[in-house]
């Protein structure tokens, strides 16, 4: 039994840089960034955060010089290379949120991995350059991501 959770403590992966945009007043939705490194070949298999009615993963893709987005899907990880997450690239849709995300105030995101289970990380709003709320169109890369906003956007 020791040696099961030793391994599986060994096992967990590490999650850097992780930040999440802080949002203007109203906002329903933002984005969280991240770099992920497993010791062992793992998966990134969903995302939650009490902030928020849904967290799922997503990535920019570029074809024909036109940006569009895909997923939600599992993540893998290769054994001891940090996989990225950033604007422009794969990154978390934080969506339906419950309260703005303000500056200074870090966010809790758990993420669930196929091997590793469950890791609770704290993102922080607002880290470095990114102190001040942008606007969907400047935080979000190149990517449109209307298809979003729905009623998670509209004035209740």
């Known amino acids: 039994m020791i040696a099961l959770l030793l391994s599986a403590a060994l096992a967990a992966p590490t999650i850097t840089n992780a930040q ?12 969280a960034y991240m770099s992920v490194t497993s010791p062992v070949a793992d998966k990134l298999v969903s995302a939650s955060c009490d902030c928020a009615a849904s967290v799922e993963m ?14 939600p899907a599992p993540v893998d990880l290769p054994a001891g290379k940090a996989v990225v997450f950033a604007p422009g690239g794969r990154h978390l849709m934080v969506m339906g949120l419950k309260a703005p995300i303000v500056a200074g105030k870090p966010v809790r995101i758990t ?13 922080s709003a607002g880290a470095g350059s990114d102190a001040k709320p942008s ?6 890369g190149d ?10 956007d509209r004035p209740h």
Not at 20 to 31: C, D, L, Q
């Open 111 to 123: 993420l669930r991995f196929e091997k590793a289970g469950a890791v609770t990380t704290a993102f």
């Open 58 to 71: 997503h990535q920019t893709v570029v074809e024909n010089g036109v940006a569009r987005m895909t997923g």
């Open 20 to 31: 999440i945009r802080p949002t203007f007043a109203g906002s329903r939705m933002t984005a």
């Open 135 to 140: 606007p969907m169109s400047d935080h979000m």
């Open 143 to 152: 990517m449109d991501h209307m298809g979003h906003m729905g009623a998670m």
